[in-house]
């Protein structure tokens, strides 16, 4: 068998970073040892199965882009996001992104609205193709739908876009008139 064969590729120990720290927000790790690059390199990879020197190269890659900061404060080390890598860990966050259905429905209904200028008709589409993949359902032009709770997707989807809260709205209704349709669409007791 290959020596390789339960390497990850770069692109995987660099996105692993960025969720990591995406996940966990600033992380601190004692700098008081000289090996400090090594000890860093230990508390990322305790539950990782990565090559050490990969890692190493791959926060240091991460550091000259921009996407992560390293600062020193009372001999301790902080690791953490910068806008650009919050974007760029979003990125690959929103390919596991899902709503959660609830055991039982809260009888609220989530809006979504959006008006994007036709300028940006490619993030209009791409948009309207993510709101289908999370479920959400058209109920009018450039108006979605849908019954759970998904205030924090949204949000992450308006991060990841770079959108406004008058681009993209999240409302919240108890009462939108005539729903029976939809919630057969969804699957809800009436």
Not at 11 to 17: A, L, N, P, T
Request: one cysteine or more.
């Amino acid at each position: 068998m290959n020596k390789y064969y339960f390497r990850k590729p770069k692109g995987e120990i660099v996105k692993d970073i960025l969720l990591w720290l995406a996940i966990g927000g600033a992380v601190a790790v004692a700098a008081s040892s000289p090996y400090f690059g090594m000890n860093l390199i230990k508390y990322f990879l305790k539950n990782k199965k990565h090559k050490a020197k990969s890692t190493n190269n791959a926060f240091w890659r991460l550091y000259k882009q921009g996407c992560i900061t390293l600062e020193r404060k009372n001999h301790q080390s902080y690791i953490s996001l910068t806008e650009e890598g919050r974007r760029r860990a979003g990125m690959y966050q929103i390919n596991d992104l899902a709503i959660k259905k609830p055991k039982q429905w809260d009888k609220k209904w989530r809006i979504v609205i959006f008006d994007i200028p036709h300028r940006n008709r490619f993030v209009r589409e791409v948009l309207r193709g993510m709101l289908k993949q999370l479920g959400f359902r058209l109920l009018q032009k450039s108006v979605w739908v849908h019954p759970f709770p998904c205030k924090e997707e949204i949000d992450l989807v308006r991060s990841l876009f770079g959108l406004t809260v008058e681009e993209l709205r999240l409302i919240i209704a108890q009462d939108m008139g005539e729903s029976a349709t939809l919630k057969k669409i969804f699957h809800l007791s009436q």
